[in-house]
């Protein structure tokens, strides 16, 4: 722990459209999983709280929901916290798709940004996957939208250029006493992190049709005397058809979805850990506030 009198600390919030690699990027400085992630949008549900520790600073990265245009309740309450996470925090990362570009989401989070005074950092992500000669020009044109402070060229997912980043959030962190133990991770509390870690399997496992209507809840977790814990979990499924695809034939795909998920946390957790999947129909849940309230999202009816 470094002396009281030299630390700093902040919080960043990570936004931007669907996709565009916040998850990965949280992972990659964090240097463990603490949020999940998939190819498919919209994977982060609720925010989550990573901590870095670079020398004297703690930075507290806020992973955000996808920002994008809300049709359901469910839909709403994310791109709420999304928001909400930026407002809570001292300033805001906006992580840009250099592959997809300037797309309308982008602008429209540009638009809502400008209207905010605080300082914004730009990050454009996946710069491998495009011609270098690209970048100049989409980063030119994404500062005549907003005049970003500080610009960075990432590949979150081949961690390149996050050294820079995250020594440049180091140094502009306030001076002030940590706001987590030097030895925690995240915020995410271990019965939230195992319905996630279960719902990135069904995202990662299904068809398209199934992962946005499939929402995990752990409904039990006991602790067991070998040190070992039993986790029960209950996946709510809006139709009977989407819940005859997650259970698949004979059972397969549930039993294959449980089984990446426990040797995943298993891993995490570094202890074993029993797993049980329950799946139960429930039409119309992303519109219930008490299952939204449920993923530890804000539920503004």
């Not at 909400?84 to 300033?91: I, L, Q």
């Not at 840009?96 to 940004?113: F, M, N, Y």
């Not at 020594?167 to 319905?195: C, H, I, Y």
């Not at 259970?247 to 850990?273: D, F, Q, S, V, Y």
């Given at each position: 722990?470094t ?5 700093r ?22 240097g ?7 190819p498919?949008p ?5 925010r989550?709280?990573?901590?870095l ?7 507290i990265?806020?992973?955000t ?10 839909d ?19 992580l840009?798709d250099?592959k997809?570009?300037i ?23 996946k ?11 989409l980063?030119?044109?994404l ?5 970003f ?7 979150a ?26 030895d925690e ?6 019965r ?5 870690v ?9 068809h398209e ?8 809840e ?10 070992s814990?039993?986790?029960d ?5 809006a ?9 698949g034939?004979?059972?397969a795909r549930i ?19 029993h ?6 129909e ?10 939204i ?9």
């Amino acid at each position: 722990m470094t002396d009281q009198e030299t630390q700093r600390c902040g919080f960043v919030a990570i936004l931007g459209a669907p996709n565009a690699g916040k998850s990965t990027l949280v992972n990659a400085m964090a240097g463990t999983k603490v949020t999940i992630v998939s190819p498919k949008p919209q994977t982060t549900r609720f925010r989550v709280r990573a901590v870095l520790i670079e020398g004297p600073a703690q930075i507290i990265l806020v992973d955000t929901p996808g920002i994008f245009a809300p049709r359901r309740r469910l839909d709403r309450a994310m791109v709420s916290a999304a928001w909400g996470g930026a407002k809570d925090a001292d300033f805001a990362l906006l992580l840009v798709d250099a592959k997809s570009g300037i797309t309308e989401t982008v602008r429209g989070i540009i638009e809502r940004l400008a209207q905010q005074q605080r300082p914004v950092w730009l990050a454009l992500n996946k710069v491998d996957l495009i011609p270098p000669e690209t970048l100049l020009p989409l980063a030119a044109e994404l500062h005549r939208m907003l005049p970003f402070a500080e610009t960075f060229m990432i590949s979150a997912e081949k961690k390149r250029g996050l050294e820079k980043l995250r020594t440049k959030l180091a140094e502009v962190m306030q001076p002030g006493p940590w706001m987590f133990p030097e030895d925690e991770l995240s915020d995410l509390p271990n019965r939230m992190l195992a319905a996630e870690v279960v719902r990135e399997q069904i995202l990662r496992q299904t068809h398209e049709e199934v992962p946005h209507h499939a929402s995990v809840e752990t409904e039990q977790w006991t602790e067991r005397p070998d040190g070992s814990a039993r986790v029960d979990c209950t996946i709510y499924i809006a139709r009977a058809t989407q819940k005859a695809i997650l259970i698949g034939e004979g059972g397969a795909r549930i039993k294959e979805i449980g089984k990446r998920a426990r040797l995943e946390l298993t891993a995490l957790l570094e202890r074993p850990i029993h797993l049980f999947l329950n799946v139960k129909e429930r039409p119309g849940w992303d519109e219930e506030g008490g299952r939204i309230r449920a993923l530890g999202l804000e539920d503004d009816g």
